[in-house]
């Protein structure tokens, strides 16, 4: 399954064995987003983490205006949040056509 192998690559989740991970797995929703969409601002309430199947994000800076690094498939956000229940710590928005997978606490 597609979804385990992103899982996998995930720290928090890397210890698990096929079949956690299968369920967890069946709990990932797709999700499309167009160039130029934020996915989620600094400061948002979060639950839930995102795995970039593909395409590509860009993390913003404070100032709004500059992309300080960019995230493409395999890459993962939003760990934090959906973990501890703490406010999303920077801005993501999408620079290419981006599929996500999304996992909701």
Do not use: C
Request: no cysteine; glycine share 10%; proline share 3%.
């Amino acid at each position: 399954m597609e979804q385990v192998k992103l899982l996998k690559r995930i720290p928090l989740f890397r210890n698990l064995d096929d079949s956690d991970l299968g369920l967890i797995a069946t709990k990932l929703h797709r999700e499309r987003y167009s160039k130029g969409v934020y996915v989620f601002n600094k400061g948002d309430f979060g639950d839930t983490l995102y795995l970039v199947d593909s395409g590509e994000l860009a993390v913003v800076g404070d100032d709004g205006d500059q992309a300080i690094a960019f995230l493409g498939p395999g890459s993962f956000v939003g760990e934090i949040s959906l973990v501890l229940a703490q406010p999303r710590t920077a801005t993501r928005q999408v620079v290419i056509d981006a599929q996500l997978w999304a996992l909701r606490k």
